[in-house]
Every structure is written in C-alpha cells, then in structure tokens.
C-alpha cells in the first residue's frame, strides 16, 4: 500500500508564492515517477510537473519557469515550488504516485485571488 498525504496550500493573492509538500509512505521505491496534479472546478485533473522514472522533471507549458518540483529521496517527500502565482492557478493540487497504477493524495485546496 501507498500513502500520499499533502500539505501547503492556501489563499494567496497574485504573484505571491506557495510551497506544497508530500509525504509519501508505505511501498515507495523511490521519489521518482511521483508528481503534481491539479484539478479546477469544472475541469479535469491536469499534469502540473513530475518527476520521470529516470529522475528528470517534466511540466507542464502553463507553469514552466514558474513552477519547480523538488524531492527528498531519503524523507519520501516531494515539493512542488509555486511562484508568481496566477487566478488560474486555483485548484485542487493532488499527489501522485505512478507504479504499475496511480495513487493519489487527498489533495489541497490553491486559491489565487486578490
């Protein structure tokens, strides 16, 4: 069994920054095929950044240079650095982990707004 929790989000106005945390145990082999989520109202859930099975990172268009995901291979965490935060930002921010199936954290709430 995998268990994915997050942590870090909240309100924050534009431009501003959040750091989102995810603590991973159980059946973790490392932090590699992990990564972000995000899933708006009325939306479906979209690739934000990961971490590939061979340890480099994707992202996706809309926050490349923004954006940086970052993780602790000995803690089991993975990060997701917000910065220059936008509206369309807001979202639901969910923890994955990709081995032979997808699991999921619970997700925590982004809001951007002034």
């Known amino acids: 069994q995998v268990q994915l929790v997050e942590s870090g989000g909240g309100l924050v106005q534009p431009g501003g920054s959040l750091r989102l945390s995810c603590a991973a145990s159980?059946?973790?082999?490392?932090?590699?095929?992990m990564g972000w989520y995000r899933q708006a109202p009325g939306k479906q859930r979209e690739l934000v950044a990961r971490?590939?099975?061979?340890?480099?990172?994707n992202y996706a268009n809309s926050v490349k240079g923004r954006f940086t995901i970052s993780g602790d291979n000995a803690k089991k965490m993975v990060y997701l650095q917000m910065n220059d935060l936008k509206p369309e930002d807001t979202a639901v921010y969910y923890c994955?982990?990709?081995?032979?199936?997808?699991?999921w954290g619970q997700g925590t709430q982004v809001t951007v707004s002034s």
């Open positions: 994955n982990y990709l081995v032979f199936r997808d699991y």
């Open positions: 971490i590939t099975s061979g340890g480099s990172t």
């Open positions: 159980g059946r973790i082999f490392s932090i590699n095929n």
